[in-house]
C-alpha cells in the first residue's frame, strides 16, 4: 500500500472519528422517542412522564411518551431492539420483562443482548391482601385457612406471567399454601374483586391496596420486600414473617438498543439522576407507589441475569403455565 493510500485512509477514518464523536458529543439535538410498553396510568408510564417532561427542560427537546401496550410488554421493547442505537429511541421498561420471559422459555429478543441498560429508576413492593370477610391477617392465617379449606382458596394477580403471580407461588413453595390462581389484565381489576370478595387474595403493587387496608376493608397478609412499605409501616413483611428470601419489588428501568454508546449511557444517567433527587419527584412517585432508587447500568444488567436465572428455576419447580 502506498504512501499516498495510505494517507487518505488515514483522513477518512480520522474524520469519521470527529464526526462520529460530534454527533454524540451535540446528543440530543432532535426529539426522543420514550417507550413504555404497558398502558397509561401504570408505574411505568408515570415514571416515564415524571422524567420526559423534566428531560425536555433539560435538553431543549421533545421527548415524546410513546406507550404500546401488548404481549406482557413485549411489543414495546421488541421496537426498541429494532430501532438505531443513537439515543433517540429509549424504553422505560418493568420486572415483567424477566418474568415473560421465564415463563415464555424464550422471547422474540434477548433481554440481555439485544438491549443496553441504562439504570434502575425505582423500585414498588408488591402486597398480598386479603378480602376481610376471610379474617386472614398474617402468613400464619393463611396457612391455617388453606388447611382447612384446601380447594377454596383464589388469588388473584396482575397478569399470568407477573411478578405478581410468581410471587404467590414462591409463597406457595415456602408454605404448602394451596390456592388457585386468576390472573386478571391489570392489577385495579383484581383488587376490585378482593375489595368486594368475589376472590379471597389478591397480590398487587402494595401502593394499590394501602387505602383499603388502612380503613380494614383489606388486610395486608405480607409485604413482598425484606423492609416494610412507607404507605403501610405497621404491615409485617414475609421475610419477618419467615420466608427467608422473600425480597423481591416490581423494579423499573430505562434502557436503550443494544451497543448505545457509553457517553450517550452516561449523560442520559447523569440527568435523570438529577430529576429523581428533585424533592417534587420524589413525591409525586412514592403517592404512585413508587421509591426512586439510584442503580446504575451494571446494576440493573446484573438484576436482569439474576432475575432471568431465578424466575426460570420457579417456572419449574411450581410448574407454571402461560394459560
Not at 376481610?132 to 380447594?151: A, G, W
Request: hydrophobic share 40%; charged share 20%.
Amino acid at each position: 500500500m502506498t504512501t499516498t493510500i495510505k494517507s487518505i485512509l488515514c483522513l477518512i477514518v480520522c474524520l469519521f472519528g470527529i464526526t462520529s464523536a460530534h454527533a454524540q458529543s451535540t446528543y440530543p439535538n432532535k426529539s426522543i422517542k420514550l417507550i413504555v410498553p404497558y398502558a397509561t396510568g401504570g408505574g411505568s408510564d408515570i415514571l416515564a412522564r415524571q422524567i420526559g417532561v423534566r428531560l425536555q427542560n433539560i435538553w431543549g427537546q421533545p421527548i415524546v411518551v410513546d406507550n404500546r401496550p401488548g404481549a406482557s410488554g413485549n411489543i414495546g421493547s421488541e421496537a426498541v431492539v429494532r430501532s438505531p442505537s443513537d439515543g433517540y429511541t429509549l424504553l422505560l421498561q418493568n420486572s415483567t420483562m424477566v418474568t415473560s420471559a421465564a415463563l415464555a422459555g424464550k422471547l422474540n429478543y434477548d433481554p440481555e443482548k439485544d438491549l443496553t441498560p441504562i439504570m434502575l429508576l425505582g423500585l414498588t413492593p408488591m402486597s398480598l391482601a386479603a378480602a376481610e370477610k376471610t379474617k386472614i391477617k398474617n402468613l400464619k392465617d393463611l396457612i391455617e385457612y388453606s388447611k382447612k379449606n384446601p380447594t377454596g382458596l383464589n388469588y388473584g394477580s396482575c397478569g399470568i406471567g407477573t411478578p405478581q403471580h410468581f410471587m404467590v407461588e414462591i409463597i406457595k413453595e415456602q408454605t404448602g399454601v394451596k390456592a388457585s390462581h386468576i390472573g386478571y389484565k391489570g392489577c385495579a381489576p383484581a383488587v376490585t374483586d378482593v375489595v368486594g370478595g368475589q376472590i379471597e387474595l389478591a397480590i398487587v403493587s402494595a401502593n394499590l391496596v394501602s387505602q383499603y387496608v388502612k380503613i380494614g376493608r383489606l388486610n395486608s397478609v405480607g409485604v413482598t420486600t425484606a423492609h416494610r412499605y412507607a404507605l403501610m409501616p405497621d404491615n409485617l413483611t414475609f421475610k419477618e414473617q419467615g420466608i427467608k428470601d422473600m425480597d423481591f419489588a416490581v423494579w423499573y428501568a430505562l434502557m436503550g438498543p443494544a451497543n448505545l454508546p457509553s457517553d450517550i449511557v452516561a449523560k442520559v444517567q447523569a440527568d435523570v439522576n438529577k430529576i429523581l433527587d428533585e424533592p417534587e419527584v420524589k413525591q409525586n412517585l412514592s403517592n404512585a407507589g413508587v421509591e426512586p432508587y439510584r442503580g446504575s447500568g451494571a446494576d440493573l444488567a446484573k438484576l436482569i441475569h439474576n432475575d432471568l436465572i431465578s424466575y426460570a428455576k420457579l417456572v419449574k419447580s411450581a410448574n407454571i403455565k402461560s394459560d
